[in-house]
């Protein structure tokens, strides 16, 4: 099975092979510009590990809880 | 008239930029979702000679055209016409975020299919991002086929944006192109009069796959746009983030940050407090020395300058209030707390967006309320806008500081707390707890249902505006000025004759001491009886009819509590010299028992009480607009008043 993004530690690059379909969170993801392909870097995570900071691209933050992170499937790059 | 609608993604600064062209003065951060509703306004320049008349629309933000929440609905709605407040407009300006231009850009593709060449593009906070230069608008302008203008808002380039949207209106009303798809599921947040420009889909998929189809072409043009050499420069963001959204060093700067804030709030205030305090005394001793004795002088000493000027001695704390929370606002922080406190949110059941809405509580329940629309799922919505209320807002301030400053004694404890300061940081978070506790019982109960998604933009920091800060400030006091001139001026007068009238017979008082025929004249007024008669009520909480009278006024406002007893203590009052409310509080002995009137433990349980009842006309009203139905802000006030009444019971028994 694919690593998704609660597997990746904080500073690691991954690139996002799949958005599991569930349709609020999809929505809001391809809201913010987030598709399979990019790449996001996870700067963070709040106290008891959720929810997760992240980085997306040249310049896009945000954050997401565990759950809908689970839902993103990444892969490392070097 | 011609009419031109703001459009743009979330915190791309659309208000900012209305602010500048109408002299508005909409609230304005450096986080998502704070316009949740229209807002209409003239341009300044329309009185200029020779202007034609304009008014621009701003709207909240959105990311597309598929609403999600409350909010976004209202401006889909504007643009397909089906706002009943402006059903005709001429030209549409989307703001783009230079930030974040991919996904600001795929709205403004989108938005260019819906109204063609009556699209005009701002792309804002150039400040911020200088590589993008007249290059890179020249190519989005071809790219696009749009007008383009790069602007600062913050930076205040207001004359060129008023130059580009007078030289590019065009007078016919606009009509769109196309239809706007929605799920079945998404119809909730179209208003009535929509259906003409809506297309029912079936699948939730093609909706995605639309949404996807605009980024994309979004990063096409882009790619066009920019050079390889041409990055975002987000190094500042990212190298502060590691610290403020740390886990650990995170969550400690975030607890010393609002400790800090409510400590300043504290004592910064003493001083500017004591110089008003001491402005009204004077004031009041220069008055009485020129008028000779009567119901007129008492009215204007008793009445007007001890109610009035109670409250007006809070003006420094609800400005430093302010001040310091738009700093905090304008540095994009409060994202960050909203991802710090998500955890605790989530645990009581709440979408970590309730965040916001909460913080801004703290200010006045009233526009916190309606922030909540920013929160898509209705059941926590319900809930959140049900225990807002409870939130200490800033008209309680003057309540709270009026009894932690004279009866809670102040020394410092482990070193570096103050009690004062610890105790006013107690209430905030009881009010807060509570809050948190009810939202949770009712998630659990008329709520009931799964917690929805939390996502939230984080966005770049940056620096705050003095200037920004000022202006909130002064907004706001002339706010509480206002209240202050106007309607605790006018219930001051109210009270004090209430208070006054009935007098008492000459022959009553023959022989009495000066005191014995105040106090006596006090409980013989039409305001005597009315506290005298549901003093039952009030004894097992500790209080006394005149502070029972207070709290009746106080469900008018919560500040008239103060400006309530500044009046009757007046009143009773036979001493020459005029003293401050503090003062005669603590000096008020009790004819019963001979001892003070006020204690410790009935200041706490006064306290308590503010903490949560619903003391408060217009966020009933608010309550009743926002869930559309009179039964909410009434269960509201009940079990919040309940909560009030055993809490400061429980507090009084404790403490006696």
Known sequence: ?78 | MQTILLVGSPNSGKSTIFNLLSGGQRKVSNYSGITVDASTGALRSNKLEGEAPIQIVDLPGIYNLHPSTLDEGVTVDSLIGSNSRFSEYHQVAVVLDIQRLETSLALAIQLKELVGEKLLVLVNKVDEQEFFNEEHRVKLEKALGSKVLSLSALNEDQVELDKFIRKNIEGERLKVKGKILATKRSLEYFGKGSEEAVEVVDSEKVVLENIKHYQEKARQILGTVYNQSDRIRSQKTHKIDKVLIHPLWGTLIFCAIFYLLFYSIYALAAPAMDFVDGSFGLLADTVAAYLPEGHLKSLIVDGIIAGVGGVIIFLPQIMILFFLLSILEQSGYISRAAFLTDRVMGFFGLNGKAFLPYLSGFACSIPAIMSARTIPNKKERMATILTIPMITCSARLPVYILLVGTFVPSYTVAGIFNTQALSFFFLYFLGTFFALLTAKLFRLSFYRGQTSSFFIDLPHYQRPRLKTALKQMWRKAQTFLKKAGTIILGLSIIIWCLSTFPTLDAEKTVGLSDEVVASRSLENSALGRIGKSFEPVLKPIGMDWKMGVGVLVAFGARELFVSTLGTIYALGDVDEESKSLRERLKAEISPITGKPVFSLAVAWSLLIFFVFSLQCTATWAIIKKETGSWKYPIYAFLYMGALGYSGAYAAYQMLI
């Open chain 1, 1 to 78: 099975m694919m690593p998704n993004l609660l597997d990746v530690k904080i500073g690691q690059k991954v690139r996002i092979t799949k958005i599991a379909d569930k349709n609020q969170t999809t929505l809001k993801l391809f809201s913010l510009g987030i598709l399979v392909g990019d790449e996001i870097e996870i700067t963070s995570k709040a106290l008891f590990g959720c929810p997760l900071a992240i980085k997306h691209g040249e310049g896009n933050f945000f954050a997401l809880r565990k759950d809908h992170a689970a839902l993103i499937e990444v892969e490392t790059i070097a």
